[in-house]
């Protein structure tokens, strides 16, 4: 017999609510449940390949696996850093039911996204997320960056010094999780353009096509990221000043003539010094004589 709208309207919420009852209890019976952040505490803002920062305290992730509600036995569990697929290793504790990984003093380049992967001795395979934050700070590879008075996350960089009428890039090298923002200004006042020759990249670099005198200056970046921490948003950022210089194009002339005047006063003082020479020379035959 055919059922009525409203009875195959009923059997439908049924149908649909023993389906979500079904989910719920096997296809999203097993969580991965740990600390969803970590944060690499900094007191500086310098750091460099050779000598990196480390944080203050020591960061640890950790994560386990629940079955509904229920915290269950780790087998095996590894911790993957997604940027670079880079494996880490797990420990599990004596009773099986919680997967650590341990930095240490981690390094500012620990920052990222992570995945927490495990197997529960029941077969069950779950996974969860983890962020390690870091606070922007400038990276000194390829560069002079010394801190300001009494701001450790404010510093003066090496110039960029270029010919007119050439390109120059200036540069705001930043570590930091999540990605920062860069802004900029340019002898203390905000720098934004619509000149086609300059770019402002969204990396934390300006490129300069056609060079002119009007570009030279202080360029300072402020490089600023946000994370939340206990419930509340916090922002942090590092500034980073570097003078653009530019010299004519005939200014490697000076270093020419430069030599070409000293080499000229070696060869006057050498034949100054061999006719005096000769004189002598001549002046003791007629001596002689």
């Known amino acids: 017999m055919w059922l009525d709208v409203s009875s195959r309207t009923r059997l439908s919420l049924i149908i649909v609510h023993l389906f979500v009852l079904f989910v719920q209890r096997f296809c999203r019976a097993v969580q991965a449940k740990g600390n969803p952040y970590a944060v690499i505490m900094v007191s500086s803002a310098r750091t460099s390949t050779n000598n990196p920062l480390r944080s203050q305290e ?31 290793k797990a420990e599990i504790n004596s009773d099986h039911k919680r997967a650590y990984h341990h930095f240490g003093l981690a390094v500012v380049t620990d920052s990222g996204n992570y995945v927490c992967r495990l197997t529960t001795t029941n077969g069950l395979s779950v996974s969860g997320s983890h962020q390690v934050f870091v606070r922007p700070v400038v990276l000194a590879d390829l560069g002079h960056f ?28 930043v570590i930091a999780f999540p990605t920062p923002r860069f802004s900029w200004t340019k002898d203390g006042k905000e720098f934004t353009t619509k000149d ?35 419930g509340r948003t916090e922002a942090h950022q590092v500034v980073l000043a570097r003078v653009l210089r530019v010299k004519s194009e005939l200014a490697w002339l000076w270093p020419l003539l430069v030599i070409i005047i000293i080499i000229l006063l070696l ?19 007629e001596a002689e004589d």
């Open 58 to 88: 020591n960061v640890t992730l950790w994560c386990q696996a629940e079955d509904r509600g229920a915290v269950a036995e780790i087998k095996s569990a590894v911790f993957i850093r997604k940027r670079d697929g880079v494996v880490l």
């Open 146 to 173: 010394e801190p300001r008075k009494n701001d450790p996350f404010s510093f003066d960089g090496n110039g960029v010094t270029v010919v007119r009428s050439s390109s120059a890039e200036i540069t705001c090298p």
């Open 196 to 230: 086609d020759r300059v770019n402002i990249k969204s990396d934390g670099k300006i490129l300069i096509n056609q060079v002119s005198d009007t570009d030279k200056g202080v360029y300072e970046c402020t490089a600023t990221n946000e994370y939340i921490v206990n």
């Open 267 to 285: 060869l006057v003082v050498i034949i100054f010094g061999e006719c005096r020479t000769r004189r002598n020379q001549q002046k003791l035959l």
